[in-house]
């Protein structure tokens, strides 16, 4: 799919493509390996940006803004290291971004750019940090962020999961494995962008145990779905659930995985007041 039909995508993800501009934060020697116009949409040569480059030095200074608004109360804050050695040079960063000048106060003072002299800045609002796997076809998604957190003013609802899905394509992912917390808001968003397939419930090589590693066989159709009009969450089905802090079921549902079960993670269910319920389908044999 190299196109995506913009009168077919909802009336959020249509207003953030008229709005914002799609950017990448790559080594220019991975460019030849990248798709750089997603589902058609160009990717303007000065939006481009190699980060062993000083003039890429307001962009990768937003992207740590980003990251600190993020994830800093997560305990998941990036040293600037990680970022350049996990992200930057070996795998795509990529998003959506606007010039300073174009942003509301709020997001202005959540990146620290309300001086005039930063109008012309270019600023990301989301980001999607993917690494190349060893095996081929295959991209590991480090991180998602997107400034919806941040832009009361002017909500950018719609942009991460736009991110993930331009992302994708951009990284020509076959497969996409990832590692996200149970309790993560981000969960739907994956979710939406095509099945996923557990690979392990809890996780204690990571700063969070209560995470889960899963893999989704990329198919472009499927990950253009949620930026449709017409399309609709998934809010039933399943055959068995994990509440988000039900650490015992968690670990019962890894022992399971382990023992060969085949798994995918179905929907994420919200409850007023409560974690949300993740519902889980299992595959016979
Ligand atoms: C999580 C985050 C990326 C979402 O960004 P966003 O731009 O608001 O995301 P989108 O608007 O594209 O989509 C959010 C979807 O999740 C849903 N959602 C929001 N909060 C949720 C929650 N607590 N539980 C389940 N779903 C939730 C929204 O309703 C929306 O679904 P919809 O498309 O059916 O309306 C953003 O809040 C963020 O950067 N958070 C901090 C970093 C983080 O935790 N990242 C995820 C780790 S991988």
């Not at 080594?27 to 000083?54: H, K, V």
């Not at 950018?156 to 309790?183: H, M, N, V």
Request: with cysteine; glycine share 8%; proline share 6%.
């Amino acid at each position: 799919m190299d196109h995506l039909d913009t009168a077919a995508l909802s009336a959020r993800h249509r207003h953030l493509i008229d709005t914002c501009q799609p950017y990448l934060m790559t080594a220019r020697s991975n460019l030849g390996a990248l798709n750089l116009a997603p589902f058609g949409l160009a990717i303007r040569e000065d939006r481009i940006f190699d980060p062993t480059r000083l003039s890429s030095g307001p962009v990768i200074e937003a992207l740590h803004a980003m990251d600190a608004f993020s994830f800093g109360d997560q305990a998941m804050l990036m040293p600037r290291w990680v970022l350049f050695d996990c992200g930057e040079f070996p795998g795509l960063i990529f998003g959506f971004g606007r010039p300073a000048r174009d942003l509301p106060v709020d997001v202005r003072r959540a990146y620290k750019v309300e001086g005039r002299r930063h109008d012309e800045d270019f600023i990301p609002l989301s980001m999607w940090i993917a690494i190349r796997c060893a095996e081929q076809g295959a991209w590991f998604g480090h991180n998602l962020a997107s400034a919806n957190l941040v832009a009361r003013a002017e909500p950018l609802d719609g942009l991460a999961t736009l991110t993930k899905a331009f992302g994708l394509l951009a990284a020509r992912a076959e497969r996409q494995y990832g590692a996200t917390q149970w309790a993560s808001a981000s969960l739907n968003i994956h979710l939406g962008l095509g099945r996923m397939r557990l690979l392990g419930a809890y996780t204690p090589a990571h700063t969070h145990p209560e995470t889960l590693v899963y893999r989704i066989d990329v198919d472009p159709e499927r990950v253009a779905a949620p930026l449709k009009a017409s399309w609709r969450r998934r809010d039933e089905g399943g055959d068995r659930f994990v509440d988000a802090d039900d650490t015992e079921a968690i670990k019962a549902l890894h022992a399971d995985l382990e023992a060969g079960q085949q798994i995918d993670l179905l929907r994420a269910e919200r409850r007023a007041g409560l974690p949300n319920r993740l519902w889980l389908l299992s595959h016979p044999g």
